[in-house]
């Protein structure tokens, strides 16, 4: 079946230090990848997306490259701040994957904390 | 802009009792989904419904179920609560599944069974 693999945590980062949150998948089908945000006491929030391979998903000075070759789509910001600090979850939609909308497999999360 | 409305935010429940856990979109999408959030294990599916009167099973659900009878609302039942469904239960609904149609999320509610 498909699955998620993301980086664990805490990352602990300086304020405007580069950031990286990897994440790899597997899927039996042709996957749309996301990444989504939760800040402490709420639900989680799309930050970015991509569809196909080489598409490059990006919102609020974070990026993301589907990389099919790698299976991969990590996440990336040059310069984080402090509001950065939330929870961060990779995840793909595989429509081919047996059929019916079988929901969003997400990987495990990973908590982001940033210092000022 | 309501979008996923979740209500209780916060529930304590004796094991063996059962409650509802009433989920609300505002958006028109045929599709909806209910989640459990567990610490450090991500999401999972419980069960989700691609319109009105349609619902299945997602990858963990057993001692839940579900109804869709309006486009609207997706209530989640717990029959017989038991300690390993202290958890926090994400609602969420999208337009479609395919093309990379996001799904929004409400804020969740956060449940005890002591």
């Known amino acids: 079946g498909d699955s998620v693999t993301q980086m664990e945590g805490p990352v602990t980062l300086s304020e405007e230090a580069f950031l990286t949150i990897n994440c790899t998948y597997t899927?039996?089908?042709?996957?749309?990848l996301f990444w989504y945000v939760q800040y402490p006491g709420e639900g989680l929030q799309l930050l970015l997306k991509?569809?196909?391979?080489?598409d490059k998903g990006s919102n609020k000075g974070f990026e993301a490259t589907y990389r099919k070759e790698t299976t991969s789509f990590h996440l990336e910001k040059g310069s984080v701040q402090v509001s950065d600090s939330a929870v961060y979850f990779c995840?793909?939609?595989?429509?081919?994957?047996?059929?019916?909308?079988?929901?969003?497999?997400f990987g495990k999360g990973t908590h982001l904390i940033i210092q000022p | 802009n309501a979008g996923v409305t979740q209500t209780p935010k916060f529930r304590i429940l004796k094991i063996g009792q059962s409650m509802t856990l009433q989920c609300t979109q505002d958006?028109?999408?045929?599709?909806m989904y209910w989640y459990r959030q567990d610490p450090g294990m991500g999401l999972k599916l419980i069960y989700y419904?691609?319109?009105?009167?349609?619902?299945d099973k997602g990858e963990v659900p057993n001692g839940y179920n579900v109804s869709r009878s309006t486009t609207e609302d997706f209530p989640l039942r717990l029959e017989l609560a038991a300690p390993s469904q202290t958890s926090v239960y994400f609602c969420?609904?999208?337009?479609?599944?395919?093309?990379?149609?996001?799904?929004?999320f409400g804020d969740g509610t956060r449940l005890s069974i002591l």
């Open positions: 419904s691609v319109g009105a009167g349609i619902t």
């Open positions: 995840a793909l939609s595989d429509e081919y994957s047996g059929g019916g909308a079988d929901g969003l497999t």
């Open positions: 991509a569809t196909k391979a080489d």
């Open positions: 969420a609904s999208s337009y479609g599944q395919g093309g990379g149609q996001p799904q929004h």
């Open positions: 958006m028109n999408h045929n599709y």
């Open positions: 899927a039996t089908g042709y996957p749309s």
